[in-house]
């Protein structure tokens, strides 16, 4: 996978130096308040970062990071995920800091593993009041990178007979936010005895996922993270 010249700043200084001494940039979960279960998926992100560096030849440690919603630690990660089944809530300080963090460069991944909807959508509104969530045609690049998704999501776990949907925030022009919502990735990118799916399902997760962090790797903005 190439990355572009804009991946700069804090991020390319870590980048690099994360990859010379061979350990890999970490993919970062976001640890956040409420109640909800940010931990809900504990193998999914490994198995993300194992499928991108097999397929799209990164480099990523195969262990996450974990991220405080209101801590400084954000910004030395360009892709966060989130996930959980309920509660989320978020006080100024936190909202402030997530906006600057993607103000500056950074992406937000949620998935929603159900039960995260309702609290998912005011979280965001806080965060940038101005901005709503729109839902992604199908011609978005993010769903024709690497691999080919010309209906949008696939469909991993079924809950209420709705098609999945995938949202976004778009801030001067730029996707600072994807949300999954009805199809269950996280669960997709699982090992296989949590969850027993379908090996195309559990593909189809995983491609679904290199899409995304192909997608976020390949426009980051050029500026260092946390700055607006």
Same mark, same amino acid.
């Given at each position: 996978?190439?990355?572009?010249?804009?991946?700069?700043?804090?991020?390319?200084?870590?980048?690099?130096?994360?990859?010379? %001494?061979?350990?890999?940039?970490?993919?970062?979960?976001?640890?956040?308040?409420?109640?909800?279960?940010?931990?809900?998926?504990?193998?999914?992100?490994?198995?993300?970062?194992?499928?991108?560096?097999?397929?799209?030849?990164?480099?990523?440690?195969?262990?996450?990071?974990?991220?405080?919603?209101?801590? %400084?630690?954000?910004?030395?990660?360009?892709?966060?995920?989130?996930?959980?089944?309920?509660?989320? %809530?978020?006080?100024?300080?936190?909202?402030?800091?997530?906006?600057?963090?993607?103000?500056?460069?950074?992406?937000?991944?949620?998935?929603?593993?159900?039960?995260?909807?309702?609290?998912?959508?005011?979280?965001?509104?806080?965060?940038?009041?101005?901005?709503?969530?729109?839902?992604?045609?199908?011609?978005?690049?993010?769903?024709?990178?690497?691999?080919?998704?010309?209906?949008?999501?696939?469909?991993?776990?079924?809950?209420?007979?709705?098609?999945?949907?995938?949202?976004?925030?778009?801030?001067?022009?730029?996707?600072?936010?994807?949300? %999954?919502?009805?199809?269950?990735?996280?669960?997709?990118?699982?090992?296989?005895?949590?969850?027993?799916?379908?090996?195309?399902?559990?593909?189809?997760?995983?491609?679904?996922?290199?899409?995304?962090?192909?997608?976020?790797?390949?426009?980051?903005?050029?500026?260092?993270?946390?700055?607006?």
């Amino acid at each position: 996978m190439a990355f572009k010249r804009g991946f700069a700043g804090l991020i390319l200084t870590l980048f690099l130096a994360l990859n010379a %001494s061979g350990q890999g940039i970490k993919l970062a979960l976001l640890v956040y308040s409420g109640g909800g279960d940010w931990y809900a998926n504990p193998t999914s992100l490994k198995n993300l970062a194992m499928f991108c560096n097999e397929q799209l030849h990164t480099s990523f440690s195969t262990t996450e990071a974990r991220v405080e919603v209101g801590g %400084s630690d954000i910004f030395n990660y360009p892709f966060i995920h989130m996930t959980g089944h309920g509660r989320w %809530s978020l006080n100024d300080a936190e909202a402030q800091n997530l906006r600057k963090y993607l103000e500056g460069g950074g992406f937000l991944h949620v998935d929603d593993n159900y039960g995260l909807d309702p609290y998912v959508r005011p979280a965001l509104k806080k965060i940038f009041p101005e901005l709503d969530l729109v839902e992604l045609p199908f011609e978005h690049p993010i769903y024709h990178q690497k691999y080919n998704f010309p209906n949008g999501l696939p469909k991993i776990h079924e809950h209420d007979n709705k098609p999945p949907k995938g949202y976004g925030l778009i801030y001067k022009g730029r996707l600072v936010c994807f949300y %999954s919502f009805e199809t269950d990735l996280g669960d997709g990118w699982e090992d296989f005895d949590v969850h027993k799916d379908p090996p195309e399902k559990h593909i189809a997760a995983l491609q679904m996922g290199a899409n995304i962090i192909q997608y976020v790797f390949s426009n980051i903005n050029n500026k260092r993270l946390g700055e607006p």
